[in-house]
């Protein structure tokens, strides 16, 4: 992994850091200083690669963790059929077309859902913007 490089550069420096590291009679048993000035990492990083390879083995020592944030869904199924109906819709008048932020004003306005940001908005759009846009009931001024 180290001679090819094909690992990502966080993974193979971590290699690097567990192989000087090795304080076995035939490994090279480098001191902390000499470790942070050949791989220009702190000995906070080199302690957690430690720390890490003898809790976890050599797996949890090169990769990382899986994230285990939740997101909770700002939108269920109900909101976002209101969100794609009223984005289908007439613009208000004197608008030619819908921006998220007037999207989210009137959504927010109808009681549908608690206030979200118009990056909520978005993001329920560009998830069904694709079937939207084939069935052809998107609103278009022209």
Not at 25 to 47: H, L, M, R
Not at 107 to 126: D, N
């Amino acid at each position: 992994m180290i001679a090819s490089g094909t690992a990502s550069a966080r993974k193979i420096r971590r290699a690097q850091i567990l192989l000087k590291s090795d304080s076995s009679p035939k490994g090279p048993n480098w001191s902390y200083q000499a470790i942070c000035e050949a791989f220009d990492v702190s000995e906070t990083t080199i302690t957690t690669v430690r720390k890490a390879y003898c809790e976890g083995g050599l797996e949890a020592a090169l990769n990382r963790k899986p994230s285990v944030r939740e997101y909770r869904r700002r939108l269920d199924g109900e909101a976002e059929a209101h969100l794609i109906a009223l984005a289908c819709s007439q613009p208000p008048e004197g608008h030619v077309r819908w921006t998220l932020r007037l999207l989210r004003d009137r959504f927010v306005e109808a009681g549908y859902a608690e206030p979200v940001s118009h990056e909520t908005i978005r993001q329920v759009l560009k998830k069904r913007i694709e079937t939207l846009a084939q069935a052809a009931v998107l609103y278009s001024s022209a």
